[in-house]
């Protein structure tokens, strides 16, 4: 054999032996961990317990899902605890595990989540203590806006009465420009962060988000909260709908715009909005500025427009986050409260603290 039918002779098995290793590693099984997960369902002296009929349970990792269960009925009467057994799942960190307790509308009421790494050579055990549906699931905030909304800096008011001060760490929140959009989104963390998207805009900022609407939905997907305050045509005159701007599921504003001076709660007893002064009828001015269309099973509509019934907010789950869309000059109103002798006039604008205080986890009244 002459000398460089020798040297190609090596380089084939060298490389056969590299592809066959390559292929091995390739073709190798994942570990797979086997276990249970105990739900702790929420006090029966809750009033919105008796509206818990089914339950499920979902495991993800960076958005995709591992393991998702069938829906579970709930147990009548509800009990402190159940287990889900028999759980296998792909061993591995950062594994998100979520349950949400639904109405018989298949409304999420309640929910829990946790992330827990899974290491090759433990059982799964996990537990998840449901709360209401979206409470806790921030504790920083990241404000996009270009233009303080209505001319003020009610929001920054706002978090300063709640000892949420400016900065990057926890009960914290940072103030940002829509330029910033792409080069931000991939800095904030899906497990922590709450996005502003503040109302009253120019047309540049919701060009912008148009732009990135794709890379904020996948936030949210990962774990992000979305609140949008989606109140355009103010004093700076952009259009949501102009920007081509789609909400997460493809929930759209309503175009054609009824400004209502009172708005209606549609639940009662669901804590963010509970208690509010008059909830037959939510005093502002100009309560409401649109409603939401394109509605898709999930959706919590937690206000309605007075007269029109139109959904003017509403909070849902979007992957292993939430979704809380306003179309009600919040900051406004809120800002507007001030030396009032009733306590009902311009109550729309108590919702923007609730919001807050839900979010981060606190008491909300």
């Known amino acids: 054999m002459t000398v460089w039918r020798q040297k190609v002779f090596f380089l084939f098995w060298i490389t056969l032996i590299i592809a066959l290793g390559c292929q091995k590693v390739i073709e190798e099984k994942p570990k797979i961990v086997t276990g249970e997960v105990t739900i702790v369902f929420p006090d029966t002296s809750e009033p919105l317990t008796a509206l818990l009929k089914e339950y499920f349970l979902v495991v993800t990792v960076e958005g995709k899902v591992l393991f998702s269960s069938d829906t579970i009925l709930a147990p009548t009467p509800i009990v402190p605890s159940e287990p889900i057994k028999n759980i296998s799942l792909e061993a591995g960190n950062k594994r998100v595990f979520t349950t949400y307790g639904v109405s018989s509308g298949g409304i999420p009421l309640w929910w829990a989540q946790k992330i827990v790494d899974l290491p090759v050579k433990e059982d799964i055990k ?21 233009d303080l909304s209505w001319d003020a800096n009610t929001i920054e008011e706002v978090l300063a009465e709640e000892g ?121 001015n100009k309560a409401s500025h649109g409603n939401f269309l394109n509605f898709f099973s999930g959706i919590q509509v937690l206000t309605r ?59 909300v009244t």
């Open 126 to 146: 996990v537990k998840l203590s449901m709360v209401s549906a979206g409470f806790g699931a921030a504790s920083h905030i990241a404000i996009f806006r270009d």
């Open 164 to 284: 949420i001060t400016q900065g990057t760490g926890t009960n914290q929140y940072e103030i940002l420009t829509s330029d910033k959009f792409s080069s931000v989104l991939g800095l904030l963390s899906p497990e922590t962060d709450m996005m502003i998207i503040a109302a009253d805009q120019e047309q540049a900022f919701y060009d912008n988000y148009a732009a990135n609407q794709e890379e904020i939905d996948e936030f949210v997907i990962r774990g992000g909260v979305l609140f949008w305050e989606a109140v355009d045509k103010g004093f700076h005159n952009g259009s949501i709908n102009d920007a081509g701007i789609f909400f997460p599921g493809f929930v759209l504003l309503n175009s054609e715009y009824d400004y209502e001076d009172h708005n209606s709660v549609v639940n009662f007893d669901y804590p963010l909005t509970e208690g509010l002064p008059r909830p037959d009828s939510i005093h502002g």
């Open 305 to 363: 427009g007075v007269p029109s019934g139109d959904e003017t907010l509403e909070l849902y789950p979007w992957g292993e986050g939430w979704v809380i869309l306003s179309t009600q000059p919040l900051e406004f109103n809120y800002a507007q409260r001030r030396g009032q002798p009733n306590d009902r006039d311009y109550a729309i604008g108590l919702l923007l603290p609730r919001i807050i205080r839900f979010f981060f986890g606190r008491p």
